[in-house]
């Protein structure tokens, strides 16, 4: 749920006259949920109703790409007879899906197995006013994407209008995608087909730097094995200053119907 659920709907003071508000079919199963409350009843759930879109304490949706098959959560419990469900999985994913629905979304299936550790929740490390403010721990699995060779780009805590933010990760992070789009860009991509490639591909986001007085240092790093061309700079740096110029295009269309990957590295 969005913050609070008034935000979806303009509330008139009855259910039936809020629904002439909501034209869209997605929006069904909140016009019942607003028809079975009455006012004090929605105003409860409207403010203290847990947001699943972001990570937060019980889990959330935190988009972490490690968490694959055969990792181990530890989640908290914070009531009694809490429930417990999952969603929103990814076949590949770049740390930070920084094009927000950029992931290469699935539908699927999870396999799973849950223990209660009795008194677990003392386990977590409370971090804030109360001992509920924790957060899960995971194990990693042994299937998460793995690359030897890696092309790093660096981002510091300087916006692209040259304003300083004062040990701001975000906009370091932010920055180094911003250079790592503009680079490969050089090499027959679309500045927004970077964009959406650095939300699907297995890339790896880093804080570098967080202690270092005034700029926060971020990394991206690209595995050089997901490209069908060599992306790292080239030594005929005055062939490399001319542009590079794609000479095929549309390689991963079949006329089959399929996608045919196109990179000699792949087994025939």
């Known amino acids: 749920m969005l913050g609070k659920l008034g935000h979806f709907v303009e509330k008139s003071g009855k259910g039936e006259q809020a629904c002439s508000h909501l034209q869209h079919s997605s929006q069904s199963l909140l016009i019942l949920i607003y028809l079975v409350y009455e006012d004090d009843e929605w105003d409860m759930v409207a403010s203290e109703a847990a947001r699943t879109v972001p990570g937060r304490e019980n889990g959330g949706n935190c988009d972490i790409k490690n968490l694959s098959r055969g990792c181990t959560v530890y989640f908290p419990v914070f009531v009694e007879g809490a429930n417990l469900s999952m969603g929103d999985m990814h076949m590949s994913q770049g740390d930070g899906e920084v094009s927000f629905c950029g992931a290469i979304e699935m539908s699927g299936f999870l396999d799973l197995r849950c223990t209660v550790i009795k008194e677990g929740m003392k386990i977590l490390p409370a971090i804030g006013p109360s001992p509920l403010n924790v957060n899960p721990i995971f194990e990693i699995g042994p299937l998460e994407p793995r690359y ?26 932010k920055m180094a995608v911003l250079k790592c789009i503009k680079y490969l860009s050089q090499f027959g991509y679309s500045e927004e087909q970077v964009y959406l490639l650095l939300s699907c591909c297995p890339c790896e986001g880093r804080i570098s730097g967080i202690v270092d007085v005034p700029n926060a240092v971020c990394t991206l790093a690209i595995p050089l094995a997901i490209f069908d061309q060599d992306v790292r700079p080239p030594n005929d740096l005055e062939h490399f200053a001319q542009g590079i110029k794609v000479v095929e295009k549309d390689v991963c269309i079949s006329e089959e119907g399929g996608a045919i990957p196109h990179d000699p590295r792949l087994a025939k």
């Open 148 to 173: 030897s060779e890696w092309l790093v780009f660096e981002g510091i805590s300087v916006d692209e209008k040259g304003v300083q933010h004062y040990l701001d990760a975000t906009i370091a992070y």
